[in-house]
Nanobody, 126 residues
Framework: VQLQASGGGLVQAGGSLRLSCAAS????????MAWFRQAPGKEREFVAA????????YYADSVKGRFTISRDNAKNAVYLQMNSLKPEDTAIYYC????????????????????WGQGTQVTVSS
């Protein structure tokens, strides 16, 4: 099973990026999916999660109103549209999935997720 994140890069404050996560090795259409991030010297931080159907979305307070998580189950992919980026959004962003389909608990906790992608670097300059 692989979760391949892409779309990161260097952007000025106020700019936008769209992260993509391509899943392979398993169909994740029945899985809750999420994005976490980790800045240098800091712990992993929940960013956003989406239910298997896409009908439920959850965000950290720090990104609410600026980021949008979405998914395309036909493509086995999850996305994170990031607008109005701030320097404090600088981090490595990880696409994650739980071990089992149908799991819906504690979407904001790292321990809820078994599969972690390699991450994509997002750098926001001031």
């Amino acid at each position: 099973v692989q979760l391949q994140a892409s779309g990161g890069g260097l952007v000025q404050a106020g700019g936008s990026l769209r992260l993509s996560c391509a899943a392979s090795g398993r169909t994740f259409s029945s899985y809750q999916m999420a994005w976490f991030r980790q800045a240098p010297g800091k712990e992993r931080e929940f960013v956003a999660a989406i239910s298997w159907s896409g009908g439920g979305t959850y965000y950290a307070d720090s990104v609410k109103g600026r980021f949008t998580i979405s998914r395309d189950n036909a493509k086995n992919a999850v996305y994170l549209q990031m607008n109005s980026l701030k320097p404090e959004d600088t981090a490595i962003y990880y696409c994650v999935a739980p071990e089992k389909a149908g799991y819906t608990g504690n979407y904001h906790l790292p321990r809820s997720y078994f599969y972690w992608g390699q991450g994509t670097q997002v750098t926001v300059s001031s």
